[in-house]
């Protein structure tokens, strides 16, 4: 069983940043795709990034392409999202998940933190 911990969250005004953490406890972290989803009220969770367990391969969704990372630091069991240019598009509360194969539909993702907001003022 493996339990996620989101951190980082808050409030920022549009253009700024934010990093945002998922720690996981359990073994074998580095076997686990890891992403992170997000979902505004009324919406549908939706995908925003993965990262492989050796972090050799990402992916994000289109329009935070070039605004977004997602890293992944093993040793540490912690999956990061550094959120930079942030628009007010972009508020919503943030989820992360693991998943042993590679894939961005959430409804695949097996486990799941408890969220985190993130609101962005214009």
């Known amino acids: 069983q493996v339990q996620l911990v989101e951190s980082g969250g808050g409030l920022v005004q549009a253009g700024g940043s934010l990093r945002l953490s998922c720690t996981a406890s359990?073994?074998?972290?580095?076997?686990?795709?890891m992403g992170w989803f997000r979902q505004a009220p009324g919406m549908e969770r939706e995908f925003v990034a993965a990262i492989s367990g050796g972090g050799y391969t990402t992916a994000y969704e289109d329009s935070v392409k070039g605004r977004f990372t997602i890293s992944r630091d093993n040793a540490k069991n912690t999956v990061y999202l550094q959120m930079n240019s942030l628009k007010p598009e972009d508020t919503a509360v943030y989820y992360c998940?693991?998943?042993?194969?590679?894939?961005?539909?959430?409804?695949?993702?097996?486990?799941w933190g408890q969220g985190t907001q993130v609101t962005v003022s214009s």
């Open positions: 998940g693991g998943r042993t194969d590679w894939g961005t539909k959430a409804i695949e993702y097996s486990y």
């Open positions: 359990g073994r074998l972290f580095r076997s686990y795709v």
